[in-house]
């Protein structure tokens, strides 16, 4: 797969907000996780 | 020495921390070698446009999600049976990285849903037994937190977390057994796969990637549980570990 700019990844064929929405929202989990972890 | 003496907290305390570095260190290497596959060597998919993307996470996380209510039962399980402590704290250790696994799946689930079949939510049978499975595991973390005494938490979540486990197979097989939105099983043993190889890769490696993960920060939690159970043992404030 080439993505012909950064703009055309971002927008991922117009469904930008639900793939970005996907993987933002696991990555906050897994940084609260580890966080939460290692406190205390 | 013998394998069967990591199963006391005093001993299997210091490893835990060398192996979740191990462990977390593979996960950070399958996760970049996964998202590299999945973004930049997986082709457009012919159906669903770039949307199909979601998989990468939504199918690991998934699997995980069961995958954990099953190590998580069989380690309470354990502990109701022989009386294990360190098998109960495994138990719980594992909780909560199910939740969230548990979660994530349900999200990517509802923004992968809108585009693909409009609408972010329905109550068919995949849904919902995931749903339940979110359910289980707050349920054996709120059961197990509201019981004071330790060793009766560990027995009475242990019911729990093995009643469950009926669960899981519902989940599995609910594409089967009942008309539901949800496509049928993306990787059959029996069937040769339907997607590109370089999809199917990509998946398979974000499904180790989230394996490790979940095996690394159980391990850190197990110490943090080793810490509060065991606070008053000796061998706790005389090893820095």
């Given at each position: ?15 930008g907000l639900y793939v970005w929405g996907s993987y933002l929202v696991t990555v906050v989990c897994i940084l609260l996780e580890i966080l939460t972890v290692r406190r205390g | 020495m013998s394998f069967w003496k ?128 979110l359910f289980l595991y707050v349920g054996y973390i709120v059961l197990r937190s509201s019981i004071d005494d330790p060793r009766r938490g560990d027995r009475a979540s242990a019911v729990l977390a093995l009643v ?78």
């Amino acid at each position: 797969m080439e993505w012909g700019s950064l703009n055309e990844f971002l927008a991922m064929g117009g469904y930008g907000l639900y793939v970005w929405g996907s993987y933002l929202v696991t990555v906050v989990c897994i940084l609260l996780e580890i966080l939460t972890v290692r406190r205390g | 020495m013998s394998f069967w003496k990591f199963s006391s907290p005093q001993t299997f305390y210091p490893v835990a921390k060398k192996l979740s570095v191990i462990f977390f260190v593979l996960a950070a290497v399958l996760t970049i070698w996964g998202l590299y596959i999945g973004f930049f060597v997986a082709p457009t998919d012919f159906q669903q446009g770039e949307s199909y993307r979601i998989i990468f996470i939504h199918v690991p996380a998934a699997w995980m999600s069961m995958f954990i209510y099953l190590v998580m039962a069989f380690w309470a399980g354990v502990g109701l049976i022989w009386n294990t402590r360190l098998s109960s704290m495994m138990a719980h250790a594992l909780a909560p990285t199910g939740a969230m696994m548990t979660f994530v799946a349900l999200w990517t689930g509802a923004l992968w849903g809108r585009p693909t079949w409009g609408t972010w939510w329905v109550w068919d049978a995949r849904l919902t037994s995931e749903l339940v499975l979110l359910f289980l595991y707050v349920g054996y973390i709120v059961l197990r937190s509201s019981i004071d005494d330790p060793r009766r938490g560990d027995r009475a979540s242990a019911v729990l977390a093995l009643v469950g486990v009926v669960n899981v197979p519902i989940i599995y097989f609910s594409v089967q057994w009942w008309n539901t939105l949800h496509q049928g099983a993306s990787v059959s043993l029996t069937k040769s796969p339907s997607m590109a190889s370089s999809m199917l890769l990509g998946m398979l490696v974000m499904a180790l990637a989230f394996w490790m993960y979940s095996i690394a920060v159980s391990l850190v939690r197990v110490r943090k549980i080793i810490r509060q159970r065991e606070s008053n043992a000796s061998w706790l404030s005389e090893s820095a570990g």
